[in-house]
């Protein structure tokens, strides 16, 4: 059990960030939500985590681009026992005609924010004698696809930064690790499914399985409740003894 451990998990008011808060609190710890709104529904969803799971559970503005404000995030929440970075955006176009303002915003948010929130998160760590950095990367983070210049960039620089967390931790209790997802059934990818199977001329089914989970070997979304519990198990006793690495789950798809 994760009881009176404090986690921050950045980008959780949706999909994946939200799916790996729901886990860490039915594992009994206290999770900070955030993102860079700031209306009653935001506020709502730590609300109900807190009275679904008996936690206590907050939502903290921050927009994740702006490196002071990834900072205030970790400082405002006081405890970080378990950091997720795992706020992301995607942006496609080849690498030259690629806006500027995309590449910068990408990086800080995905890479540059990870790097500010650990930066702080550390010492709280290092106080309470125990610690969890856990980044969400992608399968994007050992492979590359084309027109996702700067998200590929990001992920393998968010893996690359995890090892030398674990590697500046490796004699502390500890751990920094990336998961990798592949595709993953969120709402964002859901709602791509409808207009894919349209332009393909396909049924939804065919469009899943042909165009979108193309590159995943299984065939099947993983749920953010599989991500949510990789997250769980990597804060547990069992895993004690594994740092600066990285877990896929992906459905095979860095396997081929
Ligand atoms: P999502 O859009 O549902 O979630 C992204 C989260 O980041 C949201 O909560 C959003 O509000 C937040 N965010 C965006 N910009 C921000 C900013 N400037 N400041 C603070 N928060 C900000 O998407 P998701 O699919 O849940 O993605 C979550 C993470 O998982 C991302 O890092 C993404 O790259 C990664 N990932 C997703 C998949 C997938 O198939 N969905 C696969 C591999 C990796």
Redo the contacts with the bound molecule.
């Keep these: 059990s994760l009881k009176g451990k404090s986690a921050v998990i ?8 939200l799916g790996v808060a729901r886990e860490l609190a039915r594992a009994s710890a206290n999770v900070v939500l ?3 709104t700031d209306r009653p529904e935001d506020h709502d969803l730590a609300k109900s985590i807190a009275q679904e799971f008996g936690v206590e559970a907050r939502y903290i503005k ?4 702006k490196g002071a404000e990834a900072r205030g995030l970790i400082e405002q929440a006081g405890h970080c026992d378990i950091l997720v970075n ?5 942006h496609v176009a080849p690498i030259d005609e690629f806006p500027v303002e995309k590449w910068d915003t990408i990086i800080a ?2 890479l540059n924010s990870a790097f500010h929130t650990t930066a702080v998160a550390l010492p709280m760590m290092r106080k309470a004698g125990w610690g969890r950095v856990v980044n ?1 990367a ?2 994007h983070g050992l492979t590359a696809s084309p027109y996702k210049s700067a998200y590929v960039s990001a992920k393998h620089g968010v893996v690359g930064m995890t090892k030398v967390v674990a590697l500046e931790t490796a004699k502390e209790a500890i751990t920094a690790n990336a998961i990798c ?4 059934h ?4 859901e709602a791509q499914i409808p207009d894919t199977a349209k332009k393909y001329n396909m049924t939804e089914e065919e469009a899943v399985e042909k165009i979108i989970l193309d590159r995943q070997p299984s065939k099947q979304f993983a749920t953010v409740e599989q991500i949510g519990g990789t997250a769980v198990f990597l804060c547990s006793e069992a895993a004690a003894q594994i740092t600066g690495t990285t877990i896929s789950v992906d459905g095979g798809w860095t396997a081929l």
């Design positions: 950045t980008g959780s008011n949706s999909g994946i960030g955030n993102s860079f921050a927009d994740l681009s795992n706020a992301g955006i995607q948010i995905m969400i992608s399968a997802p592949g595709y993953v969120t709402p964002l990818v």
